[in-house]
């Protein structure tokens, strides 16, 4: 995971975004989330995305907004502790349901241990929103970057 992390940050620097000092990558099909700072490897946590009937979009995203509390406006006032939204209502966020962590589970949103959701969000509060890039991928992401405007996505879903 740890090579992949730095090919997709490399990936993403050849094609023509400047070079995050955070990057977050969160394999879907691992379930699991890495971090780099600096180009060097600091964190890899499990996570759940989105359950059967719900979706999690590919793409590499900066953090568009964050909230250190945040509860659910459409699912039951559900907590969302350490929010950091990416992409619309999408976010990485702390869950108290952590026995499922590792396995998809959300409505769409990235799921994190609590604490992993407090370490990862006072690190991107301190290195800033637009110096921190959050790619989020199926598998093998290198091979399928891809050029859309000003944004790089991921192929597929």
Sequence with gaps: MYR?????????????????????VV?????????AVDGKARFSWPVSTARAGYRTPNGVYH???????W???IYHHSP??????????????????????????????IRLHPAHAATLFAL?????????????TSSHPVARVHR??????????
């Design 71 to 73: 509860y659910s406006t």
């Design 27 to 35: 394999d879907k099909s691992q379930q699991r989330m890495s971090v």
């Design 80 to 109: 969302m502790p350490y929010s950091i939204f990416f992409h619309g209502g999408f976010a990485i966020h702390g869950s108290y349901e952590t026995g499922r962590l590792g396995s998809p589970a959300s409505h769409g949103c």
């Design 4 to 24: 992949l992390l730095l090919a997709v940050a490399l990936a993403c620097a050849a094609a023509g975004s400047a070079w995050a000092n955070v990057v977050i």
């Design 124 to 136: 991107v509060q301190d290195q800033g929103t637009g110096r921190t890039e959050i790619v989020v």
């Design 63 to 69: 953090p568009e907004w964050l909230a250190r509390k």
């Design 148 to 157: 859309t405007g000003d944004r790089h996505a991921l192929g597929g879903d």
